[in-house]
């Protein structure tokens, strides 16, 4: 059962980097937990950190300039590409982001947010460079009943896509298991009649 | 109209579909390893369920496994609590387990075809991304996160939305030094690493036809790499011939290949998207930058901002900085400081093959180091009982043990920062290899070329 969403109004954290993959977000030396808890702090652990080293923050890497901060991330296209290790949302996640924004997300990613309850929001590329314009002040509205993303000191808008069973899963907090096993009869109604 | 490969074999697998929503997509066939399960099994645990069909699950250690001394304990605490997480699980659900030390142990995507435990016209999941590789047999295989993990572990279900559908032709004969892993390069080099994405690939055409399943598995196995939801080959001899006789083969081969024969693409099928290709336009490829569509021919010169394709225009620089080479360079000579020769995308019995015919009577160049790491324990007995293995020992390399290995930098083998390795592997992504590793992905031709050398090299400049 995850966190029901409804609304967030936040500022954001913009990632103008392109094919982020999964490896950045958490890399494969950090999948060794059996739990899900505690991956915030390694998220883009290797842009984060020089040689590994939790002491010497890179300067200049967003996540280390305390003028940005929020409950969204904003990253350029081709976002969560590569591996499928879920990881990756549960990092952003624990680290406090509950929407990632951004022009085409890689499926695998989409599917273990959304799993997750951080909801993917797919701008068009303009609205995407509009927020990349936007200083550290701006603050974004994502309202996921509405399926709209505002810029709230200009109210320029633009509605996003999402299936409406997600959507109806991400406002309620229900998870997809709790579905599959409601529907176990069908399952095996398909099993007995399959070829 | 006519039905794709892809939607004969999805159509068959759909419980029901949700209004407005996903498919409720029935799974034959589930794998499952040590790294992105363990989460999975916490959640049947807490919901006190079992897994449901657990005949159709099958598991092995792979990603955090070491490549020398299996026999001893895994000495990094936090891998082998994995793998010991994976042997009591399976243990408590009745799963059963390839584990270290099982002569079938292996990367998973290696050792599900080889058991013949992938077929045609099945469905196949794993929470791994390179699940796309088993494609090759013409099924619906592709990666999961871990809360799907649990879904089909508890349901054998997935929720899905069906994907569009794109087809990938390649017609001609392929040149002299080129294999399934240069087609795959030129064709992530032409529609960028995320070309594919949101769609099911189908690959097709004479260039395709003609490869064995091992090559057809390695161009599969990269359909991820292009974005792809997964990536499939009808079947035809080539498949049928490479499952019969393997362990879970099935009984009656004779009626499952009559079915089989049913699943290709109506002539008059639909695709969403289609590229077409000449195998004669390939050669062989390498990668100098940090995502796999960023190919070049091994002959030919890192891009120029002003020559590069839209995709990665933005990134080059960034990559470039962190491979340590130029715009606009050649990238034939560039020295390299490892050799790696494995992992699900290149590890097969055909590729050791291939290496061992190009390296014998040759030998290492002092100044390389050279990881053979073959995809599973079988491939590994083979590879012995061929004498593959004398033949790398005398060039001066080991065969090590079945692994992930060096492909992704969670086990012991990994890149030190700054070297350069040419990888048989599917991603150069910063890091993957070991934090600050830089990574030359290539196929086991251009790769034994580099063990030989020290440099990247052009193979057709030798004797083949």
Known sequence: MAKAFTTISSRFVPLNIENVDTDQIIPARFLKATTRDGFGKNLFRDWRYENDDETKPKADFILNQPQYSGEILVAAKNFGCGSSREHAAWSIQDYGFNVVVSSFFADIFKNNALNNGVLPVTVSEPFLQNLFSLGNEATLTVNLEAQTITIDATGESESFEINAYKKTCMINGYDDIDYLLSIKEDIINYENSAP | ?464
């Open chain 2, 1 to 464: 109209m006519g039905k794709s490969l892809f939607e004969k074999i999805w159509e068959r697998h759909v419980v029901k579909t949700i209004e407005g929503g996903p498919s409720v997509l029935y799974i034959d066939t589930h794998f499952i390893h040590e790294v992105t399960s363990p989460q999975a099994f916490n959640g049947l645990n807490k919901r006190g369920i079992k897994v449901f069909r657990p005949k159709q699950t099958v598991a092995t250690a792979d990603h955090n496994v070491p490549t020398l001394n299996q026999h001893l304990p895994i000495k990094e605490e936090l891998s082998r609590k994995q793998v010991e997480a994976l042997i009591k699980n399976c243990s408590e659900h009745g799963v059963e387990l390839y584990g270290l030390g099982h002569p079938y142990q292996g990367i998973v995507h290696v050792i599900g075809p080889e058991l013949g435990i992938t077929q045609p016209g099945m469905t196949i999941v794993c929470g791994d991304s390179h699940t796309s590789t088993h494609g090759a047999f013409g099924a619906i295989a592709f990666g999961i996160g871990t809360s799907e993990v649990e879904m089909v572990l508890s349901t054998q279900c997935l929720l899905h939305s069906k994907p569009k559908l794109m087809r990938i032709i390649v017609e001609g004969e392929l040149n002299k030094g080129v294999v399934s892993k240069d087609i795959v390069l030129y064709i992530l080099s032409k529609i960028s690493a995320s070309g594919a994405t949101g769609y099911a690939v189908e690959f097709a055409g004479s260039a395709i036809r003609s490869l064995s399943m091992e090559a057809r598995m390695t161009i599969c196995n990269m359909s991820i790499e292009m974005g792809g939801r997964c990536g499939l080959i009808a079947p035809d001899e080539t498949t049928f011939n490479y499952i019969k006789g393997r362990k879970f083969a099935p009984q009656d081969f004779d009626k499952a290949v009559a079915e089989w024969k049913q699943l290709y693409s109506d002539a008059d099928a639909v695709f969403d998207k289609e590229y077409h290709f000449d195998a004669a336009d390939i050669q062989p490829m390498i990668t100098y930058g940090t995502n796999p569509g960023m190919g070049i021919p091994v002959t030919g010169t890192i891009p120029t901002t002003e020559t590069i394709n839209e995709t990665d225009k933005s990134g080059l620089n960034k990559s470039l900085a962190y491979m340590g080479l130029e715009q606009g360079a050649p990238i034939k000579g560039q020295k390299v400081d490892y050799v790696f020769i494995g992992s699900c995308t290149n590890s097969r019995i055909e590729d050791l093959r291939m290496v061992a015919a190009f390296v014998k009577g040759k030998q290492k160049a002092s100044d390389v180091e050279v990881w053979i790491v073959p995809g599973s324990k079988q491939v590994e007995a083979q590879a012995k009982a061929e004498g593959i293995d004398k033949v790398f020992e005398e060039a001066g390399f080991v065969l090590r043990q079945p692994g992930c290995s060096a492909c992704l930098g969670m086990n012991e083998d990994k890149i030190p920062a700054g070297k350069y390795c040419i990888s048989t592997s599917n991603r150069n992504f910063e890091g993957r290899q070991g934090a600050g590793a830089r990574t030359l992905l290539a196929s086991p031709l251009t790769a034994a070329v580099a063990a030989i050398t020290g440099k990247v090299g052009d193979v057709r400049e030798w004797p083949l």
